[in-house]
């Protein structure tokens, strides 16, 4: 059974910093692309960066370049996503997603970044 556990989020204000952790099991997670969503409520879910299957490739939304960095430890089957800098609204529910294909496509259930004076 595939699990996307995503874990890290929280309560910081303008300016600090946060890491998001994506932990996987059940899958081989060195095979694949992982990537970082986030939603607001009433609003699309946006995808912010994302990394490749060995972590030799990434990229991100123009709206956090230079802010956030996505890397992996695939001895770890983990993924992180460093923001720093943060900004109002950078706040949302944060979603981890690994993908190989579309049926081979998983989803944790989100952690929250509220980034508040």
């Known amino acids: 059974q595939v699990q996307i556990v995503e874990s890290g989020g929280g309560l910081v204000q303008p300016g600090g910093s946060l890491r998001l952790s994506c932990a996987a099991s059940?899958?081989?997670?060195?095979?694949?692309?992982i990537n970082w969503y986030r939603q607001v409520p009433g609003k699309e879910r946006e995808l912010v960066a994302q990394i490749s299957s060995a972590g030799g490739s990434r990229s991100y939304a123009d709206s956090v370049k230079g802010r956030f960095i996505i890397s992996r430890d695939n001895a770890k089957d983990t993924v992180y996503l460093q923001m720093n800098s943060l900004k109002p609204e950078d706040t949302g529910v944060y979603y981890c997603?690994?993908?190989?294909?579309?049926?081979?496509?998983?989803w944790g259930q989100g952690t929250q970044v509220t980034v508040s004076s």
């Open positions: 059940g899958l081989t997670f060195s095979m694949y692309a």
């Open positions: 997603n690994a993908r190989i294909s579309n049926t081979r496509n998983y």
